[in-house]
Every structure is written in C-alpha cells, then in structure tokens.
C-alpha cells in the first residue's frame, strides 16, 4: 500500500512538472498594464507633447508606424514633432484609449485598441478616433513599442 502512495505521489509529481514547463508564458496583467502605460505616456509625450527626444524612451530602433497609408520611422516621427512645433498654436491634446484584445508571446505583446484625441484650444474643441493595434517587446526587463497600426475612424 505504501509503495502504490508513493508510486502515485511521484506520478502526480512528474505530470505536474511536466504540465507547467510546456505551457507557454501566463498572460501577466502586470505586464499588460505596463504596456497600455507605454502606449498613454507615448502618445502624451510624442504626440500631444511633441517631444522628439521621448522617441527613444518608448519605441525599438527600427520601430514603425503604419498611418493610414505611409509608413512612418522614429525619424519620420521626429521630423513631425519638429514641424508641429514650429507650427504650434497653443492647441491641447487629450489622448485616451480603450484597449479590448491583448495576447501574450514570451517577450512581445500585441494589444488592439481605440485611441480618442480630443484637441482643445480655447473654448474650440475637436474629437477624432482611431483604430490601432501595437506590438511591444520586452529587451532587458523594459518593454518598447516595435509596432504600431493606426487607421482613422471616421465621426459623424
């Protein structure tokens, strides 16, 4: 009777370990907080901000932004914060965003969200809408855009 315990002890044992070291990574909401942080301060310091020298902070070396369209690199990107600049008139960006899809593999995160500007100035407001899914990466315990794809939703 002994032997037959310990015989299904050891059984359970190695189903058990042999269970949890194929499975892939669990989701960690940890994590995906993380990165729906990463996507709000990118766009709160890139886009509302204009702060080209945030561009490193948050996105890979060969990140791209595929906009409607074009392609757009960090450089692309840098190029526009200094022309928004240049051209900026007191405007007020407020970004939110409602993320609905998330998966996780290993290292990299793909979230698919709506992203809603509102851009204020004075007593003037317009609301624009987008649809966009990000891919991020983790590379020495720090996540970083490497993907993103946005297209504008029409608002009647």
């Known amino acids: 009777m002994k032997f037959s315990n310990l015989f299904m002890l050891l059984l359970f044992w190695v189903l058990l370990s042999c269970n949890t070291s194929n499975k892939p990574q669990e989701n960690n909401s940890e994590d995906f907080k993380v990165v729906e942080n990463l996507v709000q301060d990118s766009f709160d310091d890139i886009w509302s901000d204009k702060k080209a020298e945030s561009i490193s902070k948050y996105h890979t070396d060969d990140f791209i932004l595929l906009e409607h369209g074009e392609v757009w690199t960090n450089d692309t990107i840098a190029n526009w914060c200094k022309r928004a600049k240049l051209r900026d008139t007191g405007l007020k960006r407020i970004n939110s965003f409602d993320f609905f899809k998330a998966k996780r593999e290993g290292n990299r995160i793909w979230m698919a969200y709506h992203n809603y500007a509102t851009i204020k ?31 504008r939703v029409n608002r009647n």
Do not use: C, P, Y
């Open 121 to 151: 100035k004075d007593t003037l407001e317009r609301k624009l809408q987008w649809l966009e899914s990000i891919v991020a990466i983790k590379k020495d315990s720090v996540w970083k855009l490497e993907m993103m794809h946005s297209t």
